[in-house]
């Protein structure tokens, strides 16, 4: 019986590749631009001309929520590769790998939060992720109605304002929002570390409670859509079989993407004052806020796998894909960077920087990043970051150096 092993990089697909690094790209900005600029903290600069008020739009329009939605998706897939490769290995033995793998993430993830930036998804994701064992053997289209009911019921529940109020009255957070918003504040721009770390913690605890009720199901939802692409096999040997379906999906998502992310915009104008104090219709702008998240992160997806079939956007698209090949080096390395222009430790830079100004730095940081990943994966064979996890999960040191391999 062959033992497991890590997925060697001519085993990869480079569309799953290029739509992680797609979805980095996106989280990076939205990281950027809603927390650690200051905006979180009702700290940052406000949009005063028009090319801020741009920069707010389309971050808003098309990366939040859509990029998150993407490695979630993703998270869930390669679950389901896990599986597919395990074949049929006893259960016990799946679980226990898979268990590893978890436990890891959750240290380097913990590690992340307390250390270096809060607003780690890493150890968010590891908790979550063991609800995916309960459907190793369901079937698909279970796998698919559990999806959508945890993305859209718990969302739509709290979306009542009055149950909404009930949960976060009896939820841990602060008492004077205002006040611990200036306590974080003075302990990111400050230099003692000490300090930093309790804030950091006291701010996990505070917004996991705060949306505790719908974002953990919201996680597990993601990751059993992205279990059922795997189990499907849509993106084996980078979805030729499945061009048609992508299609669709392209057309259908920018369709319910579009038309969620106009009402999203509209729904900050005065247009919609008085129909917001419906409960119809707060229903009913949460529930299309979701078909927005994933129909555009499906059509973002689909267009990828689209283009990778034709030889010169495939040859532009694979920029990305070193980038998608050490996801957990190049989140980690963000927060380095990012910590760095706004923390205290470096430029301090936290409230001075508007909406241009943050996604100019996000597409400078992560251009460094491709460049970084180009010339590391030359050289070895995973991130850095990648290799201590799978050295940790299979309990033997992982060869690191490498020839260099085509990207299939």
């Given amino acids: 019986m062959a033992e497991y092993r890590p997925v060697a990089p001519p085993e990869r697909v480079a569309a799953l590749d290029v739509i992680r690094g797609w979805a ?91 250390l270096l930036w809060w607003g780690d998804v890493t150890s968010s994701y590891a908790v979550v992720g063991v609800a995916l064992l309960a459907f190793r053997r369901a079937r698909d289209r279970t796998v698919l109605v559990w999806a959508l009911a945890l993305i859209f019921v718990p969302r739509l529940v709290m979306a009542v304002p009055a149950i909404r109020e009930a949960m976060r009255a009896v939820l841990p957070h602060p008492e004077d929002r205002g006040a611990f918003n200036a306590q974080m504040v003075a302990a990111i721009l400050g230099h003692d570390y000490t300090v930093r770390i309790s804030a950091h913690l006291r701010q996990v605890l505070y917004y996991l409670a705060g949306v505790a009720p719908w974002y953990f199901p919201w996680l597990l939802g993601r990751f059993l859509l992205g279990y059922w692409a795997g189990m499907r096999h849509l993106f084996v040997d980078g979805g030729v079989a499945h061009l048609p379906v992508f299609r669709r999906l392209l057309i259908w998502g920018l369709v319910f993407g579009v038309a969620g992310s106009a009402m999203a915009v509209v729904r900050r104008s005065s247009l919609m004052a008085d129909v917001e104090l419906l409960l119809p219709a707060q229903l009913g702008l949460a529930a299309l806020g979701e078909l927005a998240f994933l129909g555009l992160a499906a059509a973002y997806a689909s267009a990828i796998v689209l283009l990778m079939q034709r030889s010169r956007p495939r040859r532009y698209l694979l920029v990305l894909a070193p980038v998608g090949r050490m996801p957990l080096t190049t989140y980690l390395s963000q927060s380095v960077a990012t910590t760095f222009v706004f923390y205290g430790w470096g430029l301090g830079l936290t409230g001075t920087l508007g909406s241009a100004g943050c996604l100019a730095l996000a597409v ?45």
Avoid at 386 to 401: A, C, D, G, I, S
């Fill in 364 to 408: 400078v940081i992560f251009a460094l990043q491709i460049v970084a990943s180009h010339w590391w994966l030359r050289r070895f064979r995973f991130g850095p970051v990648e290799w201590l996890w799978r050295t940790l999960v299979y309990r033997r040191v992982q060869p690191m150096r490498c020839q260099r391999e085509p990207v299939r």
């Fill in 24 to 114: 980095l790209l996106g989280v990076l900005i939205a990281n950027i631009h809603e927390v650690l600029s200051g905006r979180y903290y009702e700290l940052a600069a406000r949009d005063t001309t028009a090319i801020d008020l741009a920069a707010t739009r389309f971050i808003e329009i098309v990366i939040s929520g859509k990029s998150i939605t993407l490695l979630t998706f993703l998270f869930g897939l390669g679950f389901a590769v896990q599986l597919l490769r395990a074949g049929e290995r006893s259960e016990r033995a799946v679980r226990r790998l898979f268990m590893r793998r978890l436990a890891v993430l959750f240290a380097i993830g913990v590690g992340h939060a307390a």
